[in-house]
């Protein structure tokens, strides 16, 4: 088992021209599709609820060069765990926007399967972010 407790932090929201999208994926890309990704963070029908939670896993996969092995000048090839994932969903009205709501979703990515331990922190971050819409839920690079 991996000594990271968190291995991605993803943000999606809905747009109202492209639909469910990714804006950001921190530290780096998960390796997924970005289309699976929003899909499975944002449920169907978000339109009809203030917020919601998904729980969606990501497969096992080799990342290269990532075991930081000097043998074979660092690009071995090391296993990624299975990843629990969980999102949650908040949406928060405003007159302002074109659809009448601003809609995002924030994941975290972890081997554990408790994951529903990080859910008082995904919604704190949610809530301060769609509060204060110039904060940065998820820092880029």
């Known amino acids: 088992m991996s000594k990271k407790h968190v291995w991605y ?5 809905f747009d109202l021209i492209e639909g469910s999208v990714i804006r950001r994926q921190h530290p780096e890309p998960t390796g997924a599709a970005d289309n699976f990704l929003a899909e499975a963070m944002l449920p ?7 917020e919601d939670e998904t729980v969606f896993m990501l497969p096992k996969i080799i990342i290269e060069g990532k075991s930081g092995g000097k043998a074979a000048g660092g690009n071995e090839k090391a296993p990624r765990p299975v990843l629990h994932c969980l999102s949650c969903f908040l949406a928060k009205k405003d007159d302002k926007v074109k659809r009448g709501s601003v809609t995002k979703a924030l994941a975290v990515c972890s081997p554990h399967t408790f ?3 990080f859910r008082p922190v995904i919604r ?3 809530k301060v972010g769609l509060q204060d819409m110039t904060c940065v839920l998820v820092e880029g690079d």
Do not use: F, K
């Open 9 to 13: 932090v993803v943000l999606a929201e």
């Open 44 to 50: 169907e029908g978000s339109h009809s609820r203030s």
């Open 115 to 117: 994951i529903h331990a």
């Open 124 to 126: 704190l971050a949610l």
